[in-house]
């Protein structure tokens, strides 16, 4: 079968929703296409097997893409993995479950995007998610993306949150109900209940693999590199997709529906002849619609890691004791479910402002036990930890662009990094704050010899110095199908491409400002949200279906 109502290009976080919900009616046909492979394999499951995903040796499950030289890091190059199996980049992350702040839905509506506060996310949120709190106000526990509290977190993690706490840095036990602000423990998408507990939960884990195989109106084709997007002239009617040595035709009856992340939505857009003339035109690619805002308005979180020798075995490491250790360990997860390797690495959050007087949380540290250095592609001997920080709500914008009409060749990535003047002064504030929580008391019993050319006595100039060299994303890569009304604006408030019919984006572009946090979650909503507003087009196919989430509750 070539012909479906719903083609889906992607099967990452957005795209394992959308198949999985539209597909719940049997008289929707709909087909899923995945550049990479299942995601199940054991370093998917196993939450501590990111490591072997994360630095793109390999590439396993992991596009591993490079940015531009970046003139803000001297014209060093930067490193973008994103996850490339069902799952997407949910497959490879640190599983942590964060929505960010209220304010950042706020703002989208107060673009023009109405749906989009937080009062009309929230419910998607909560349908999403099983908590293993359960139920509340905030959170659901009927959800397929299980959502649970870390089984064992390291002592050092604790004693983490007791040196921010000095700092008179409030203590929290959620940081999902719309004010992150404070510090404690992550809570992550990973299984709690007893057949899988303990293990990752990605997207695909939660929506997807449960149904593929079982539904007969649901089409899942792996290993399918997209090439175009096809039209009849301003409808887009299919797909063409290379699986192997065949080439295919895909066709779409109702929508052909792009979740293929920050940087493979924009780029599907530009090949097929939607984005801006002019830069089509170098690589002779026929214009279909002019949308001069496909690939445009490029966020993402820059992060900058403090780094620490520890004392003992306790954290993540390269010895003859940890490897010892995590064999047992591995051993135990295997049995229960807990233990080391249930790990998400970032074991520890907090949410802090970088000055009193700021309205609410502009900074997110990620406190993990092990040392990472540029993303766990060097290391080093012994064990050691490290605290992250980054800024929340950048002001740097950067573009993805076409390197080449060739639709497998990487595309081009410039987030322009540090090009705002405002994200370094922040950076070093919060670099300043994350060494004074790292150098505290409660620290001290683990802390060994400190890493990476951090010292005493470092002015701004020392560490202006220190992150040009070293920063980098910490994963989050948004906006580059922005919705709105404005001239750059490559969706609309229902995620329907402006000037086209029959072509909708569902994914982590279509968010026109970078939520305050980490970007899983609000992905996994937004194609909950996706699927009420895709029923809502098509009466025909769902009838009583098309009534919306938040007017039911």
């Known amino acids: 079968m070539t012909q479906f109502d719903f083609v889906i290009v992607g099967g990452g976080s957005a795209g394992s929703v959308l198949a999985a919900r539209l597909s719940e009616n049997p008289k929707v046909s709909v087909c899923l296409l995945e550049a990479g492979g299942a995601g199940k394999s054991i370093v998917v499951r196993a939450p501590t097997g990111a490591v072997a995903m994360l630095p793109g040796w390999g590439k396993i499950n992991n596009w591993a893409y490079r940015t531009l030289g970046q003139t803000g890091f001297h014209g060093r190059r930067g490193y973008q993995p994103r996850g490339r199996c069902l799952g997407g980049s949910s497959a490879i992350n640190a599983m942590l479950y964060v929505r960010g702040q209220q304010q950042d839905y706020d703002g989208w509506a107060d673009l023009g995007n109405e749906g989009w506060d937080w009062q009309s996310v929230l419910p998607y949120f909560k349908r999403a998610e099983s908590n293993q709190r359960g139920a509340d106000a905030m959170h659901g526990e009927a959800g397929p993306l299980q959502v649970s509290d870390q089984s064992r977190p390291r002592g050092i993690t604790s004693a983490f949150v007791e040196a921010a706490k000095e700092l008179q840095i409030p203590e929290v036990s959620d940081f999902n109900r719309g004010d992150n602000h404070g510090v404690g423990l992550y809570q992550v998408t990973q299984f709690h209940s007893a057949d899988k507990r303990g293990e990752r939960c990605s997207a695909a884990a939660g929506y997807l693999h449960p149904v593929m195989g079982k539904r007969p109106n649901l089409t899942v084709i792996t290993h399918a590199q997209v090439q175009r997007i096809l039209f009849d002239g301003l ?45 089509l035109a170098l690589h002779g690619i026929t214009i279909k619609r002019a949308l001069p805002g496909v690939g445009r308005n490029l966020q993402d979180h820059l992060d900058f890691t403090l780094g620490y020798k520890a004392k003992g075995t306790e954290t993540f490491g390269i010895s003859l004791p940890g490897l010892r250790k995590v064999l047992g360990e591995a051993n135990q997860w295997r049995k229960t479910g807990e233990g080391m390797i249930a790990s998400p690495f970032a074991e520890g959050a907090a949410f802090v402002k970088s000055t009193p007087a700021e309205e609410r949380a502009d900074l997110q540290l990620h406190f993990v036990v092990g040392l990472v250095d540029d993303h766990a592609r060097k290391l080093h001997l012994g064990h050691g930890y490290s605290c992250h920080v980054c800024v929340l709500r950048p002001k740097s914008r950067g573009d993805v662009f076409l390197q080449s009409a060739d639709p497998e060749a990487a595309p081009g990535i410039d987030p322009k990094f540090l090009s705002d003047p405002d994200d370094l002064a922040r950076t070093i504030k919060g670099a300043r704050l994350t060494r004074e929580i790292m150098m505290s008391a409660p620290l001290a019993p683990y802390r060994g010899r400190e890493m990476f050319g951090l010292r005493d006595g470092m002015n701004d100039a020392d560490w202006e110095q220190v992150i040009r060299a070293r920063a980098d994303t910490i994963y989050h890569p948004v906006g580059t199908c922005k919705m709105g009304h404005d001239d750059m604006a490559v969706v609309d408030p229902q995620l329907r491409v402006h000037g086209v019919q029959g072509l ?5 572009s279509v968010m026109p400002q970078l939520v305050s946090g980490n970007t899983n979650a609000p992905t996994i909503m937004i194609a909950e949200k996706a699927v009420d507003m895709i029923k809502a087009d098509h009466p025909g196919l769902f009838g009583a279906e098309t009534r919306s989430l938040e007017m039911s509750l």
């Open 504 to 508: 909708r984006v569902v994914d982590a």
């Open 235 to 279: 409808r887009a009617t299919g797909l063409s997709v290379r699986q192997g040595r065949e080439m295919l035709h895909i066709e779409a009856r109702q929508e052909v529906i792009l979740s293929a992340g920050a940087f493979g939505s924009p780029q599907l857009l530009q090949l097929s002849g939607l984005g801006d003339p002019d830069d």
